[in-house]
C-alpha cells in the first residue's frame, strides 16, 4: 500500500511538472520501499528521465536510473519499447 501511495504522488508530481524537492521525496520512498515489480520501475525510470529532461535537472541521475531498469529487461519486451520511446523523447540514444 505505501507503494502504490508513493506511485501514485511520483504521478502527481510529475503531472505538475513539480520542483526536485516535490519530485525527488515520492522518488526516494519508492526507491526504499523497493518496486512492486519491473514494470514499476521501468515506470518509475521512464518518469525521472522525462521529468529531468523537461525541468533540465538531474538528468545524469534519471539516465542511470532508467540504464539500470533497461539491464533488467528482455529485448523486445514492452518494456524495452517504452525504454527506447522514452530515450527517444529525451534525445538520449
Same mark, same amino acid.
Given at each position: 500500500?505505501?507503494?502504490?501511495?508513493?506511485?501514485?504522488?511520483?504521478?502527481?508530481?510529475?503531472? @505538475?511538472?513539480?520542483?526536485?524537492?516535490?519530485?525527488?521525496?515520492? =522518488?526516494? #520512498?519508492?526507491?526504499? $520501499?523497493?518496486?512492486?515489480?519491473? !514494470?514499476?520501475?521501468?515506470?518509475?525510470?521512464?518518469?525521472?528521465?522525462?521529468?529531468?529532461?523537461? @525541468?533540465?535537472?538531474?538528468?545524469?541521475?534519471?539516465?542511470?536510473? =532508467?540504464? #539500470?531498469?533497461?539491464? $533488467?529487461?528482455?529485448?523486445?519486451? !514492452?518494456?524495452?519499447?517504452?525504454?527506447?520511446?522514452?530515450?527517444?523523447?529525451?534525445?538520449?540514444?
Amino acid at each position: 500500500m505505501r507503494r502504490r501511495i508513493a506511485e501514485e504522488l511520483l504521478m502527481g508530481a510529475y503531472v @505538475r511538472n513539480a520542483d526536485w524537492l516535490q519530485f525527488s521525496r515520492p =522518488l526516494a #520512498r519508492i526507491q526504499m $520501499l523497493g518496486y512492486s515489480n519491473l !514494470e514499476r520501475q521501468v515506470h518509475v525510470a521512464c518518469l525521472f528521465a522525462r521529468w529531468s529532461h523537461r @525541468r533540465r535537472e538531474h538528468e545524469e541521475e534519471a539516465i542511470t536510473l =532508467l540504464d #539500470r531498469a533497461a539491464g $533488467l529487461i528482455a529485448p523486445g519486451s !514492452e518494456l524495452e519499447i517504452a525504454i527506447q520511446r522514452t530515450r527517444s523523447d529525451i534525445g538520449n540514444h
